[in-house]
């Protein structure tokens, strides 16, 4: 007789500045409902600790990845990112999530779904959510997955192997709503999709200088409001519908650089400011900068002739290649982007998610405790 939930397979692990638990599609439930339930419990959530879970009470410490072979001729595999809410009981597949895909090469590598190079190894992926696709690069010497090497990314303590990410033009216009820049409440937005839909806007135009913590940023409640504001007219004119209850598109605030790269920036997740920022926000910010008369462009310093874009964010930088189509007259379209991330494998094992909940939470009596 069985006395608790059965375990899971499951893989642990951090990709680039995030972290998530990585499935095989065939160890979860195939009906989306009774999936994102398991879900819920094994990650903890609604808890805003996530304590009974293995979330980490913030969501960029809550996400999820399911892998499984791609039917698609040009994929290896595909990946379903899934962003579970710590406070509420949802799950989203309304979004990409490009440091988690950091991991999905080497997860595929790990679980037997593409076979290893001698030296290194390149798994073509198929992001579900959106259609998109990426193709990831790592070190396999001897044929097995090495996590360790000297590649460092801000955000991260010490130093990992490199995951080279390149990402082919997607199946989305560049520039949604078909302007370079535009107003929404009271203020100049460029909206972008390089694999994200995002918002830039310039940070003084909300009366904030872009530089501050994300900490002040989120304790600001006018911002909040006019963020919101913002947010919800930009998903509507960038064909996302109502946006209310999801976590796309980003927003993010620029300002001129102040450590040597080409913009500062502030990004909101959508009201929890990022600590650094994602990386196909990051996609997102690149090319907008190099759209002429966009918001970006008039901030940014770009360095002619170089694809490469420093990117500053709270805890530092990140490097990215991005280089623009701007035929005349067409408009203008991504024509290759590729950033360097790390990835690393946390635990590999079995998850056993809590007991599916029968009756509300009640507080745990205290009498008779020492």
Request: aromatic share 4%.
């Amino acid at each position: 007789m069985s006395t608790g939930p059965e375990g899971v397979p499951c893989l642990l692990m951090r990709g680039g500045t995030s972290k998530g638990a990585y499935f095989l599609a065939t160890d979860l439930p195939a009906e989306p409902a009774l999936r994102d339930a398991l879900l819920l419990r094994i990650m903890g959530s609604p808890d805003e600790r996530q304590i009974d879970g293995l979330g980490g009470a913030h969501p960029l410490t809550s996400k999820v990845a399911v892998v499984s072979p791609s039917a698609d001729p040009d994929a290896d595999v595909d990946y379903l990112f899934l962003q579970v809410a710590v406070g509420r009981p949802e799950v989203s597949d309304r979004q990409n999530c490009g440091n988690v895909l950091a991991g999905v090469g080497p997860f595929a590598v790990e679980r037997g779904l593409v076979p290893a190079g001698p030296r290194e190894t390149s798994v073509r992926i198929r992001m579900v959510n959106s259609g998109d696709r990426a193709t990831a690069t790592f070190p396999t010497p001897g044929g097995r997955v090495d996590y360790t090497g000297d590649a460092q990314i801000s955000g991260v303590p010490g130093a990992a192997a490199p995951v080279l990410i390149e990402f082919p033009p997607g199946p989305h216009p560049l520039l949604p709503t078909g302007r370079v820049r535009e107003g929404i409440d009271g203020v100049q937005v460029t909206c972008v999709d390089n694999g994200m839909p995002t918002v830039l806007i310039a940070a003084t135009s909300l009366e904030v200088t872009g530089y501050e913590s994300p900490a002040a940023l989120e304790e600001d409640p006018d911002l909040a409001g006019r963020l919101r504001r913002i947010r919800l007219e930009a998903g509507r004119r960038m064909g996302l519908g109502d946006v209310t209850d999801t976590t796309v598109p980003k927003l993010t605030l620029l300002a001129p650089p102040r450590e040597g790269g080409a913009v500062t920036t502030r990004t909101f997740i959508p009201v929890r400011c990022h600590p650094s920022i994602g990386v196909l926000g990051a996609a997102g910010v690149a090319a907008g900068l190099r759209i002429e008369g966009g918001v970006g462009a008039e901030l940014a310093r770009v360095e002619p002739g170089s694809d490469r874009i420093r990117i500053e964010h709270p805890t530092g930088f990140l490097d990215i290649e991005s280089s623009l189509d701007t035929t005349p007259g067409g408009p203008p379209a991504a024509r290759r982007t590729a950033v360097v991330r790390t990835a690393r494998k946390i635990f590999d094992g079995t998850v056993f998610p809590r007991s599916a909940d029968t009756a509300p939470i009640r507080p745990y009596p205290l009498g008779g405790q020492r």
